[in-house]
């Protein structure tokens, strides 16, 4: 039973967040010098192994603009995930 009430939370937590964070979230969570840029020091997991690719204007930078126009990462698993 108690399982089952794991398994049931987990699939809540994961049905909550359907969108990627925001840019203002992205900021909040990894902008560590506090200047408003997330740089390629700062960023972690898929948006840091495609830094190069969302960095369109190379400034070394993303901006909420080119984090807009970023590719989107495929999700991991499928529908039936367990």
Do not use: H, T, W, Y
Request: aromatic share 4%.
């Amino acid at each position: 039973m108690a399982s089952c009430q794991i398994k049931a939370q987990q699939q809540d937590r994961n049905s909550e967040r359907k969108q990627p964070p925001s840019f203002e979230e992205l900021i909040e969570m990894m902008d560590e010098n506090e200047d408003g840029k997330l740089s390629k020091k700062e960023v972690k997991g898929p948006l840091k192994d495609d830094f190069d690719k969302i960095d369109l204007n190379e400034d070394g930078f993303i901006s909420e603009e080119e984090l807009e126009k970023a590719p989107k990462p495929e999700r991991r698993g499928g529908p039936n995930r367990n």
